[in-house]
Structures are given as structure tokens and as C-alpha cells.
């Protein structure tokens, strides 16, 4: 009889237990983040504005996410956590209403405007971005953007480039499921990285001072590459590229190189040209 009542006892203490850890689980198997920030913007990305409620299963939802500028954060490998995280989005807050009313709306999300990141904090942030897209199989849009910071920066605080201006495209050596990309703003870039990238379908360069263009050779799959506001002069090296169903290169040198145009014009027939 004893026996039966310990086993019995056993069975509800398990049966309880079970019931804890599936209704309480969001709150026992709760996330530890390294930075508070970048915890308290991922759950405002879930619709969660109590940032302790982020759990394993929830963070697993999380498909798209929009971190605003970096230098918000200490560090961005929390977004690890994120491992079912498709589309990731740098330096390109959303803002609502008029854009004159910027200063108003970063006040009242809490956030202080954006300060110059150094060069060896972009370096670091080359490095996370590495571990993010090792961590993150599904990652397949990523967009780093230099350029939006411009209208957030007093001129007079010196060239709104300088804000974040990565060295080279280091992380796009694990790049290879990216079909998505966008590096906006950035001056003498390196982008020879992007030879890693065979599957990206779509590829945005605007406004980026590069230093050689020659990845773009292996690209292959390249369906909308814009180089606008670049300083690509030269039709050589998007002359293979075939798939290529609308480019942009207005602005730049090779869009006023009457030569060299009608030779990207005869080799990509098929393709939409702006310039």
C-alpha cells in the first residue's frame, strides 16, 4: 500500500512538473542576452515590448529583423539567437511621419542619435556579422546601410560616410546562401569577398565608392544589380553577366562613357538598362 501511494505520488509530481514546464516555460527557459538594447529591440520586433518574455521558441519565430544603428548596441551576437532569422537589416531604421521629425521620434523610442563608429568597432562588427551568418542558416537578405545615416548627421560633424564604413566584405566568406544583399554608402570598399556569394540574385551597391569590381564576374546568378552613384566606369566586368535582368547605373561614369555603354547595351540584350 505504502508502495503504491509513493508511486502514485511520483506520477503527479510528474504530471505537475510536465505542466509547469509547458506553461511556465517562457519564463524557466527565458534567453540571457549579452546586450540589453539588442534584447529590448527584438522583442519591439516580435510586438513584445516586455523584453522578458524572449524564450528559445519565440526567438525561433523571429524571420525578419530591423536592429536600427549599431552603434545602439556593445556587440550584435545576440542576433545568433535569432537562428530561423530569413532577413536582417543594419543601419536602416524605420521612422513614421515626416522625416523633419526625426530627432522627435528617435526621443521617443528611447534612442539617442547615432555616433561615429570607430574603425576597429567596424572591424569587430565584420566579425559578428561572420558568426551571425555561420549561426543563422536561413539567412538569406542582409542589408547594411551607410547611406540613410546622412540625414540623421549635421553636416558640420564632418562626412556621414565616416559613420560606418566597412573595411572590406570579410563575412561574405560564409556568404553563399545570401540571395539578397545590400551595402549602401560605403567608401573604398573591397568587395572582392562577394566571389563567395554565387547564389545572390539580387545585389545593391549604390552609392559606394569601390575599390575593384571584379567579383562581380562570379555572379552568375545575378538577376538586379544597381550601381547608382558609384564610380564603376568600366563595362568589363558586367559584360558575362547574362541573367542579368535589370541594372542600374545612373550617375556614374560609365553611364556618361557613350563607348562604353554600347558595349553593355550589345552584350546585355536582354536586360533593362538604367543610367
Not at 534567453?31 to 519565440?58: P, S, W
Not at 551607410?146 to 560564409?174: H, K, M, S, T, W
Not at 547564389?199 to 547608382?228: F, G, H, M, P, R
Request: hydrophobic share 35%.
Amino acid at each position: 500500500m505504502k508502495r503504491k501511494l509513493i508511486v502514485c505520488g511520483m506520477v503527479i509530481a510528474a504530471i505537475l512538473l510536465s505542466y509547469v514546464l509547458i506553461r511556465g516555460g517562457k519564463y524557466i527557459f527565458r534567453v540571457h542576452f549579452a546586450d540589453a538594447e539588442m534584447e529590448a529591440t527584438i522583442a519591439q520586433n516580435m510586438g513584445h515590448y516586455d523584453d522578458k518574455c524572449l524564450t528559445v521558441r519565440k526567438l525561433r519565430r523571429v524571420k525578419q529583423l530591423n536592429i536600427g544603428y549599431t552603434s545602439w548596441y556593445g556587440t550584435l551576437k545576440d542576433i545568433k539567437k535569432c537562428e530561423n532569422l530569413q532577413e536582417l537589416y543594419i543601419n536602416y531604421p524605420r521612422f513614421e511621419g515626416d522625416p523633419d521629425t526625426r530627432e522627435y521620434l528617435y526621443y521617443c523610442y528611447g534612442k539617442e542619435m547615432p555616433r561615429f563608429e570607430s574603425k576597429e568597432r567596424v572591424r569587430e562588427i565584420e566579425e559578428e556579422l561572420q558568426e551571425i551568418l555561420i549561426a543563422c542558416d536561413d539567412l538569406s537578405v542582409l542589408s547594411i546601410n551607410n547611406g540613410e545615416i546622412r540625414n540623421d548627421f549635421n553636416p558640420e560633424y564632418g562626412d556621414a560616410r565616416d559613420y560606418f564604413n566597412l573595411q572590406d566584405l570579410c563575412f561574405l566568406y560564409v556568404g553563399n546562401r545570401l540571395t539578397e544583399l545590400e551595402i549602401q554608402g560605403m567608401r573604398n570598399l573591397d568587395i572582392s569577398a562577394l566571389q563567395y556569394c554565387e547564389n545572390i540574385k539580387k545585389l545593391n551597391l549604390n552609392d559606394c565608392e569601390v575599390i575593384d569590381y571584379q567579383a562581380l564576374e562570379n555572379l552568375q546568378q545575378l538577376e538586379i544589380l544597381e550601381l547608382s552613384d558609384t564610380n564603376i566606369a568600366s563595362a568589363d566586368y558586367l559584360l558575362s553577366l547574362k541573367t542579368i535582368k535589370k541594372l542600374s547605373i545612373k550617375n556614374t561614369p560609365l553611364a556618361k562613357n557613350g563607348k562604353e555603354l554600347k558595349r553593355l547595351k550589345e552584350s546585355l540584350t536582354d536586360t533593362e538598362i538604367e543610367y
